[in-house]
């Protein structure tokens, strides 16, 4: 077990923490906890990189660990009415898209790769700023209701975008793949 993976696994248990700290209205723990998780991404990140530790299984535990962490956030702060609804029905459905996608490729026996667009860093980019602003704005009233607002709908367009990316993506793969290859 490598250290960023070690690290990593952390992060996963900062989720269930960062979501008790939400719902029973500790918003600094909540916020601090984000950042933390946060900022582990980018220290196993380093550390995977710079002291050639990386491994197939930390890159999976990874993006897990990272979808997880913002998935929950963002469900939460929904229920919460901190986001709006339909955003977060948008951001879910991309990643459940894709992850089905993923595995059905992968049960046809044609797995595909995902790699991570511009578009998809830029979404990630900004759910997260909207995610740290949100919590920043619950534990220190801040006042961010105006940037929210025009975070909330540049969110849901990368969310689109970057869905409708990966999209072409999948069916250009599951295209070349099946040339000839037609059962019934």
Known sequence: MTIPNIITIIRFLLVP??????????????FALFLIAGLSDAVD??????????????AYLDAVADKLLLVSVFVVLAIMGQLPLWLVVVAVSRDVLILLAVLLSTVMGRPVEIRPSLASKA?????ILLAVLVLADLAFPLDLAALLWYLAP?????????????????????ADHGEGKHTD
């Open 17 to 30: 923490a960062t979501i008790w700290a939400l719902l029973t209205h500790k918003y600094d723990l909540a």
């Open 45 to 58: 990140g380093f550390i995977a990189r710079h002291f050639n530790q990386m491994s197939e299984l930390g």
């Open 154 to 174: 540049l969110s849901a367009l990368l969310t689109v975008v970057s869905g409708a990316a990966y999209l072409v993506v999948w069916l250009r793969h599951m």
């Open 123 to 127: 979404n990630t980019a900004v759910q």
